[in-house]
């Protein structure tokens, strides 16, 4: 160990609970840029096999699928994973194994991975068991890949700003709203025995409306119906009060940061 600090899970087993369809709904998909660079540097052999911790909806393992013959898509959250196989159905994609529980009690065969990925969810796991496990897992010669989204609380818009002045406001004492965003990790995986750790960032025009971006809030664990309660309709009020004063017309742009960080097995 040199000194790093890993972190540990501290949010509560249903700091989720009731955001799936949200979440499918109106995250911003990874743009198909960052999907293709992905595959290219990584070059997954034929009858691959991927494991997607923590997938949520499976918004990373879906989009990857048919660049494998098959798919682990691990989850704590049963409503994710419902939303998911739903998902999956829908795209007609059927390699797909859904695996209900704790990344870190996953039990995976030693060597027997060829491409580990953790979208947007590093941060709620047990960084350092997590990467100890992914190690054990892959194939020598194999890769991890971190990929991250950007937070709307870290926008540079008028709007974003406003966004954050508000959910400030209803939610106060509400922690790691800010950390799903696009990191680098490459010296964390450095550390745990992984080579050629590099991050890969991208960005992209997108535009959304009041309506996406209520239902981008209530996808996050700050933001949940769960967590407003009866607050929930007030908050949704105020937000397009406020919106509607920057924008008649309902439109908002934003650039949107993602990417990935890449590390390789030996």
């Not at 955001?19 to 743009?31: D, F």
């Not at 953790?118 to 020598?140: C, N, T």
């Not at 025009?205 to 119906?225: F, N």
């Amino acid at each position: 160990m040199t000194g790093f600090e890993y972190l540990k899970p501290n949010y509560p087993a249903d700091a989720f609970e009731g955001t799936a369809l949200y979440y499918s709904r109106y995250r911003v998909p990874y743009p198909q840029v960052l999907i293709k660079d992905l595959i290219n540097r990584t070059s997954p052999p034929q009858k691959a096999k991927l494991l997607d911790l923590a997938s949520g909806p499976g918004r990373v393992a879906i989009a990857l699928a048919s660049f494998f013959s098959k798919v682990l898509a691990n989850d704590v959250d049963a409503d994710m994973v419902s939303v998911g196989k739903s998902e999956a159905e829908k795209n007609k994609t059927s390699n797909i194994e859904w695996l209900i529980g704790r990344a870190e009690e996953l039990k995976i065969e030693s060597n027997s991975v060829d491409l580990i990925t953790i979208g947007e969810a590093f941060h709620r796991l047990d960084q350092s068991l997590i990467l100890d496990l992914a190690y054990r897992w892959l194939k020598p010669g194999s890769h991890i890949a971190i990929v991250g989204m950007y937070s709307i609380w870290r926008g540079d818009e008028l709007w974003h700003k406003r966004v954050s002045e508000i959910t400030d406001k209803w939610t106060p004492n509400s922690s790691g709203s800010n950390k799903s965003e696009f990191r680098d990790y490459g010296l964390l995986l450095n550390d745990k025995g992984f080579t050629n750790c590099t991050s890969y960032p991208f960005e992209f025009p997108h535009y959304c409306t009041i309506d996406s971006i209520i239902g981008y809030l209530h996808s996050t664990s700050r933001c949940s119906k769960k967590v407003l309660g009866e607050k929930a309709e007030e908050f949704e009020s105020e937000l397009k009060s406020e919106l509607n004063k920057i924008s008649e017309e309902g439109v908002f742009f934003e650039n949107i940061r993602c990417g990935y960080t890449l590390g390789k097995k030996p």
